[in-house]
């Protein structure tokens, strides 16, 4: 089942450079920008779009199908490369906050505003 583009939940953007991200916001679509999956549960059509007339700027064409489309091992590998981010992401923040805290404690902090000089 090729993209939905009919479903609320797909968004197609295209950057400056003229790269064109095509996507499933609910990140339910492992092969996308080729496909859906069949019968998707969170199918749900564009309610605004009823009736409007779309000009050319809105949705570039589907890039052609890899050949390696439909690969079981690129959607484990893919899933695999997302845990990897997800799991790094608490520590980079713990870090990010930690960084913040000495940063504050070196200035000061909030304290700072409230000394008499």
């Known amino acids: 089942m090729p993209m939905l583009e009919s479903c609320k939940f797909f968004e197609s ?10 996507k499933c916001d ?15 549960k ?25 050949p390696s489309l439909g690969d079981p091992s690129i959607a484990a590998l893919l899933d695999e490369a997302e845990d990897i981010v997800n799991a790094a992401v608490p520590r980079v923040r713990a870090e990010v906050d930690a ?9 000061g902090g909030w304290k700072r505003f409230f000394r008499r000089k």
Do not use: K
Request: proline share 17%.
């Open 42 to 66: 969170a199918f749900t059509p564009r309610l605004a779009d009823v009736n409007w007339a779309h000009g050319t700027l809105v949705v570039p064409p589907t890039p052609p199908e890899p």
């Open 26 to 40: 609910l990140d339910l679509a492992p092969e996308a920008p080729w496909r859906c999956p069949e019968d998707c």
């Open 99 to 107: 960084d913040q805290q000495r940063e504050d404690r070196r200035r």
């Open 13 to 22: 953007r295209t950057y400056p450079n003229g790269e064109t991200v095509r």
